[in-house]
């Protein structure tokens, strides 16, 4: 069953803590995408990887890291540096260029 | 700064009625133009989208669009809601001048009384 998975679910961080959330896709798509949800401010684009071994700053990177040593995996790492990282983050993945990106069903951030 | 805006964040209609959510953006050039639906627990899922040609796009669930390039608009509209309309809804703009990112709107909840 092809897909996109993230993983927790639910997740909770104590002060200080670095997390990391997981995405996974086997679509064989080239281009993932991590972005950040917010009641009223829509999806916000925190980091997006257009190539394995390669990703760019979306318009709120800072407090938040990435790789992508694979292509069906894009973790993001919610650094303590991220003084408000309370929100839904959602990943997305898209066959490249303008194509339609396709989304999982997200992962719920809340500090402790 | 390059935006989408949607003007209204929520929106609360009865059965039958119908529905036309707004979606203005600023970016010039070539755009591709999209619209996605998040139900109550679910995953985010593609409306319709608007790449090319009739500017009228037809997608699921008897929605439709309009693309007007001259008043940078991409409305959403439905001519008779259901209950299980109840979502919220995203206008996305994918333009070349800023890169291909995908822009999201604010989103508007929509909310369906039976």
């Known amino acids: 069953d092809g897909g996109i998975t993230q993983s927790p679910k639910y997740l909770f961080r104590k002060e200080g803590q670095n997390v990391t959330l997981s995405c996974e896709q086997n679509?064989?798509?080239?281009?993932m995408y991590w972005y950040r949800q917010d009641p009223g401010q829509g999806l916000r684009l925190i980091y997006y990887s257009q190539i394995v071994n390669d990703f760019q700053k979306g318009d709120i990177a800072e407090g938040y890291s990435v790789s992508r040593e694979k292509k069906e995996s894009f973790p993001l790492t919610v650094t303590s540096a991220q003084k408000n990282p309370t929100a839904f983050y959602l990943c997305a993945s898209s066959p490249g260029g303008a194509n339609i990106q396709y989304f999982g069903a997200g992962t719920r951030l809340s500090v402790l | 700064a390059q935006s989408v805006s949607q003007h209204n964040h929520h929106v609360i209609l009865s059965e039958a009625a119908s529905l036309e959510l707004g979606c203005n953006y600023s970016y010039g050039g070539t755009v591709n133009l999209f619209w996605y639906v998040q139900y109550p627990g679910q995953h985010l899922q593609l409306l319709l989208k608007y790449f090319s040609g009739d500017p009228l796009v037809k997608g699921i669930k008897g929605f439709e669009a309009e693309f007007i390039k001259s008043k940078f608009s991409f409305n959403l509209r439905k001519p008779s809601v259901q209950w299980s309309d109840t979502a919220e809804y995203f206008c996305a703009v994918n333009a070349k001048a800023a890169g291909n990112k995908l822009t999201f709107g604010g989103g508007t909840r929509v909310l369906v009384k039976p």
């Open positions: 679509l064989n798509h080239d281009a």
